[in-house]
């Protein structure tokens, strides 16, 4: 029976369906559990957390990351893959302390002060939360007081600052020396991302990396792990 | 179930009811003052018979009549021209169904090109710095050979956009001749692909030959009334006004035999018509109305299509210009004139001045490409690689092209706006909007999926160079050697028995 859950787990996972609602891509699945309902039947037959996330929620994911890789999937079926892990790690997230599970690191991700888009933003989210980062979403237009602020008492293990406009990409720099001031800038690694940064503006700002998109988000951080 | 090819639904028209009315006058007009010379005796005859003026005309050169051909004549063809020809093919799904007043495209190949272009790729080295190196494609012009339009006919059987085939190379391989010339052309195309095969004849003593060879691929004389998988491009005018002898006799010996024929004129602007829109549209189309007036009295009825090949003159050279906006303008305006008729029409596009695959050849291209496809003209022919107008034809071109009308067919789709459609507009904006992220990404899906998004340009690189070429010459080769069905073997052993002159190199078998 929770073999049965765990491979219709995965294979929701794959299909990027979050809700019962969802369709997923092969057939019109909507009416059956997604990986929501799924989860939370997991934890009712007591399953245990870990194997869940493993057999279930990466195992679907891995899948989807070579469908990806082999040009089958698109960013829109990645990104229902991971928004559904992502929400069934809310689920998870009590049980994952009481079971002493680690998520892979604590995340936080801000928009700039002076800057509101954040479509780049939410899709980095998505992505790292689905890989099985805990993620801070601050929000857009985040006074650098404030991303300070969360970095000293929250202590995540990455910052993720994203920004679109020439003018708004001070403000990273701004944030970076901050950080400095506070004393916290060696407690975090600072990702930059955005239409208007590159790697030399990294480098020129002091932040730990740049990141062209959400799936380079995941590979800097897995190097960054390592 | 035939082809579909695009129907469009809102057809791209520059010329009033009251100025194709115009068109239509001026043309009945001038066929019967000036008129038309005619090089021909037994057409000036039939002509004479059913009422038209006829006078010899006294030169030193070859025989010549004026005919002045009366509008009720030319009404009474109108009438009796079919306004449905139908376009067989060796497999169903390639038929083609042209109904005259629907405004409906078929994209075909073309011309006759002399010179086949071939492709190769070149590292150069960048001077003074030896790590810089770039690859660039160096095209090679060559004659086109019996080989080359086999593999044109091959290439083109899985171009998925490409409706019907006409012959694209001239074969010109030493043992071919006037005499064999026409039954190689039309086996090895007919032998290479499973579409609908168009093309002109160099010798009409082969034609009964060439029939002979379609009914045999068909399965029988009735099989191919009701499938002509064959049909055939004549220029029996050559602007302006002049009927001539040889291609009079070819068409008329076709249209007795009942296949589909093209009535072709190819004025040029400036020389051969006048530079006037208005001036060469009414000389293009009693060009053509003399034409099928003449096919409906040798045969009434018999299916034949309105063929508009107008082109502007360069200032220049005197030579063609398909590149130029007004040839477009030409081609959307006959496509127009041709509807009025109700008669499908064998419209020009994608021909470009340029020599060689590059910038200009796809500005060009696409210019009239798109033009010329809004305005419906049901066959669209010479669409496929072609260059430096017609006389280079380049395969790497026409798998470019390929990729071109996948993403006009795409754009022509009808757009979907209904009141089933709003109400999925609303719940999905409302959902949508109740998520801290507001994204609509994840409704994409069951777009994708569905075909409702298109697909990405095939043949866009992973870095910064430009590696369309490259990756098109891939797609290209990918394409040749793909299997084809060729006619069975039985067939094929029939066809060389009794059709003389087929060369042994074509059979597969």
Known sequence: MSEDIIALLKENVIQGRKTAEDEGIEDDLSGTPGVLELTQQALDQKIPTGRIISEGLTAGMEVVGEKFANKEYFIPDMLASAEAVGAAMDILKPYLEASQTQARGKFAIATVKGDIHDIGKNIVAILLKGAGFQVDDLGIDVPTEKIVEFVKEEKPDYLGLSALLTTTMLAMKEVIDALATHGVRDQVKVLIGGAAVSEDYAREIGADAYCVDGFDAIRVLESLRS | MPREGILIEKPYQRLSDGQIELIHKTSLEILENPGIICFNAEAAELFSNKGAQVKSIQTDGPPCWHLSIPAKLVNEALQSSPKTVVLGARKEENVLIMKGDEARVFFITGSEANIWLDVDFQTYVRKGDSSREVVLPEFLPRRGMLADLCESARVSEHLETLDGFIRNVNIQDKDITEDNKDVNKYFASLNNMTKHFMSGLTNPKRLDDVARMASIVVGGD?????????????????????????????????????????????????????????????????EVLAGITLGQIVNPGCPTIYGSVPVRARLDTLGDSYGAPETAQYNVDCAQLARFYKLPCYATAGVCDAKTPGQQSTV??????????????????????????????????????????????????????NNEEAEKTLKQIREVIETPQKLYIKHMRPMIRSGRISQSYPFEGNGDSDEVFHLAYERMKELAARPVEHIDRETTQKLYKEIPGLLPRLNVY
Not at chain 2, 225 to 235: D, V
């Open chain 2, 222 to 286: 009735e099989a191919l009334k009701k499938n002509p998988l064959i049909s055939f491009i004549t220029c029996l005018i050559k602007s302006p006004l002049q009927m001539v002898d040889d291609t009079t006799d070819t068409f008329m010996a076709i249209c007795r035999k009942g296949f589909p024929t093209v009535v072709s004129s190819s004025p040029q602007a400036g020389s051969s018509a006048p530079m006037k829109e208005d001036g060469i549209l009414s000389q293009i189309n009693a």
């Open chain 2, 364 to 417: 060009e291209r696409l210019f009239s490409d798109i033009l010329v496809t809004l305005s419906g003209p049901q066959y669209l022919h010479c669409a496929y690689g072609l260059l430096d107008c017609n006389s280079v034809f380049c395969l790497l071109q026409a798998v470019l092209d390929d990729a071109h009308f996948q993403m006009l067919k795409f754009f022509l789709k009808p757009a979907i706006v």
